[in-house]
């Protein structure tokens, strides 16, 4: 048997679950399922270089170049991105940054890749870098972004069938590894479709493209998709492969002009960066929305200025001394459920990252989610449900076994999310940007449009700037500012107010000597903390204000006593302290990340979208240029800031964005200028 030979002869295996592998010659993996092995048995990482590297002129190709892309189909080992890894860090002309996004169906659980890796101890040191940040056992649909290299490697990973995943994912990738298991054995991937969507996912510029086959379906089907295709001498003993070559497309029109030829909307068509070299951004807002935003785009070697109007960072919701850092689980996994996973498993990562540096206050202490009503019972059976196989995100646990995980009986059933825990976000503020300038008690009440740039305005008449692009990451305020005073329809305030419960009150009940997790019901208490627990939440509706209230704290109370009556009796009638802030929200509960609408733009071009004509009649959306929004996360925070600065630095740097098309639509601050107009709620 040879590494995904057209040839080869397959192998009787009985029909195999189809991610599940076996081994050969030692360390070599094999699927049943596909009846192929995932590289060359003799070689894997000699073919890799021979194929993929070699057959797209690598690391020529990425010389000179600040950022170079190399798109794949099937993950599998890594082996690929490990031998690109290396061959670009032993390169001296090297581009500064290398994104590798791939596809892959079936993930390998860490143990099995890592031991895929053993037979090349020259990729020793990468294998386990790569080994540290991926997940024990889970790895959910969707999109997953890994940070490697102090940053300067982004691996992008869309855990998906290929189709579907590269037919749904806007990018640039200048070059190809068409890999997968060989055209006979896996028929369903070497589609029209497949290559159709790689085409339209390359670099308009132009894109190289490189496979181990040269088998009739991909040939015919790369030369369908507007490929050059080229025949070449194959790996060792074998005849053939292909290499391919994408020439550019035609430039693209001026925003006024373009008609949108691709997507059916047009509205949510973003930007594109105006210039890919480092910029100077001007962030506004020092909460966690913003730190991260901060931090994101000095990783990319942006020069930021940070503006907060208070004395001190983190002075809002981000200021509290406890922040829950918990999944968001649920049993559809519709888009919120997505963009939050997501969003966890990022900012988990992250988290974990700072706090091993010991620059981040965090425990990862798992939460322990009580059933507390029929509704919440059956959602988390229906979690169970639908991740029974992923036990190190969430498991069952009864009754007694959630007593036993607590350290303090409970009165009901749950789940635990082993992973989650809590961090003190003032510390992630500061460690996020520790390396930003920043201008305190600042209050930016305007952003002009100037020859060099956009310059900024306090509200005591100060300036600053110029900056090549802006970013309002102000929380209600964002609505504050002239571009985007709009929003002020759309970011509602909540109020929420914590309790804090000194641990030494509570030392009689033996509650803080034994809690061992966090504890989550309809509301929360944390294990002790500098010798404080905290109680939490109050929920506000359209309340902005920041006073204490004994009526919230006997509210905070109420909901322990149902779960913890011995211990609210404890707490009730003593003087409590606590603290309120004010967290946005808005009407689908999902935040708003991307590029600032030009509202009145808006209105003109699409005042007819309710009429159903078609999108490619529409411009290309209207955007107050280099003006950029993060806000909205409501009391999620600390699992959507993170993935959304992520997001955003990687759409004003120009590099492939960590979410699915349908995702980032779905976070598009123009979303709800468009469902106003298709619903006829707005009128021009
Ligand atoms: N590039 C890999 C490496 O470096 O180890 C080897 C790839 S292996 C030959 C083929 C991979 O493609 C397998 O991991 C398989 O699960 C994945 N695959 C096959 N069909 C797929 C599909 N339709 N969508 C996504 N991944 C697929």
């Not at 009985?14 to 399922?33: E, L, Q």
């Not at 170049?65 to 690929?80: C, R």
């Not at 749950?414 to 992630?428: E, K, L, R």
């Not at 209207?622 to 959507?640: E, N, Q, S, W």
Request: proline share 6%; net charge negative.
């Amino acid at each position: 048997m040879t590494a995904r030979d057209d040839d080869a002869i397959g192998e009787n295996d009985a029909p195999a679950k189809a991610g599940a592998i076996t081994w050969r010659d030692g360390d070599v993996p094999f699927s049943p399922h596909f009846g192929d092995v995932y590289y060359n048995p003799k070689d894997g990482l000699a073919e890799t270089h021979y194929v993929f590297v070699d057959g797209n002129n690598l690391p020529t190709a990425w010389q000179g170049k600040d950022n170079f892309t190399i798109g794949e189909t099937g993950f599998g080992t890594g082996l690929n991105f490990l031998a690109a890894w290396q061959c670009w860090a032993q390169d001296p002309d090297r581009s500064k940054r290398l994104h590798f996004v791939s596809v892959e169906k079936y993930p390998l659980s860490r143990d099995d890749m890592i031991r895929a890796h053993r037979s090349w101890p020259e990729l020793a040191d990468l294998s386990k870098q790569l080994g540290e940040v991926w997940p024990h056992e889970t790895m959910l649909p969707g999109i997953h972004r890994f940070i490697l290299a102090d940053g300067a490697i982004s691996l992008t990973l869309l855990i998906g069938d290929a189709i579907d995943c590269w037919s749904g994912y806007s990018a640039a990738i200048d070059c190809w590894f068409l890999d997968g298991f060989a055209p006979s054995r896996n028929p369903d991937m070497w589609q029209p479709s497949l290559f159709a969507a790689l085409a339209a996912a390359s670099n308009p510029a132009g894109a190289t493209l490189a496979t181990f086959t040269a088998a009739r379906i991909a040939r015919d089907g790369l030369e369908s998709a507007g490929f050059e295709v080229s025949k070449r001498k194959g790996f060792a003993y074998k005849r053939d492969m292909i290499t391919a070559n994408l020439p550019a497309r035609q430039p693209e029109l001026a925003d006024d002009e373009a008609r949108y030829e691709i997507a059916d909307d047009p509205w949510f068509h973003l930007p594109g960066a105006s210039k890919t070299k480092a910029k100077t951004v001007a962030v506004i807002g020092g909460g966690m929305a913003g730190a991260a935003c901060a931090n994101a785009l000095h990783q990319r070697d942006c020069k930021v200025v940070l503006f907060e109007q208070h004395r001190d960072l983190a002075q809002a919701a981000s200021g509290n001394p406890i922040g829950m850092l918990e999944p968001y689980l649920t049993v559809d996994h519709a888009i919120m459920g997505r963009f939050y996973e997501a969003g966890y498993r990022f900012s988990h990562r992250m988290v974990k990252r700072l706090a091993d540096q010991g620059k981040v206050e965090a425990d990862f202490c798992g939460v322990l989610d009580l059933a507390t009503s029929p509704r919440k019972r059956e959602r988390l059976d229906g979690l169970i449900a639908r991740l029974h196989d992923k036990p190190d995100l969430v498991r069952a646990m009864p009754r007694d076994e959630a007593s036993n995980m607590l350290g303090i009986p409970v009165p009901m059933d749950g789940v635990f999310y082993p992973s989650a825990g809590w961090v003190h976000p003032p510390s992630f503020v500061r460690a996020l940007t520790a390396d930003i300038e920043c201008q305190l008690a600042t209050c930016i009440s305007e952003i002009i449009d100037s020859p060099d740039g956009k310059r900024l305005r306090s509200n005591d008449g100060r300036e600053f700037g110029p900056f090549d692009t802006v970013v309002i990451a102000g929380a209600l305020e964002t609505a504050n500012l002239a571009q985007t005073s709009w929003l002020s329809d759309h970011l509602n305030p909540v109020r929420g107010q914590i309790t804090y419960c000194p641990a030494d009150a509570l030392a009689e009940t033996y509650v803080s000597a034994n809690m061992r997790c966090v504890l989550s019901y309809k509301g929360y208490i944390t294990p002790q903390r500098d010798g404080m627990h905290v109680i939490g939440a109050t929920f506000g509706r359209d309340d902005a204000k920041t006073d204490l209230r004994e009526s919230d704290h006997a509210f905070n109370i109420k909901q322990l006593s149902k779960i913890l009556p011995a211990l609210s009796e404890h707490l009730s009638g003593k003087t409590l302290d606590g603290r309120a802030a004010v967290r946005t929200t808005t009407a689908d509960h999902l935040p708003l990340i991307g590029p600032a609408p030009d509202f009145d733009r808006y209105l003109s071009c699409y005042h007819d979208i309710d009429k159903g004509k078609k999108g490619a009649r529409y411009i290309r959306a209207p955007y107050h240029k280099d003006v950029y929004i993060c806000t909205g996360f409501g009391a999620r925070g600390l699992i959507g800031a993170p993935l959304a600065a992520e997001i955003l630095a990687s759409e004003i740097c120009a590099m492939p964005l960590p979410l699915e098309k349908s995702l980032m639509d779905a976070i598009h601050p123009a979303r709800f200028v468009i469902r106003g107009l298709k619903r006829r709620q707005i009128t021009t």
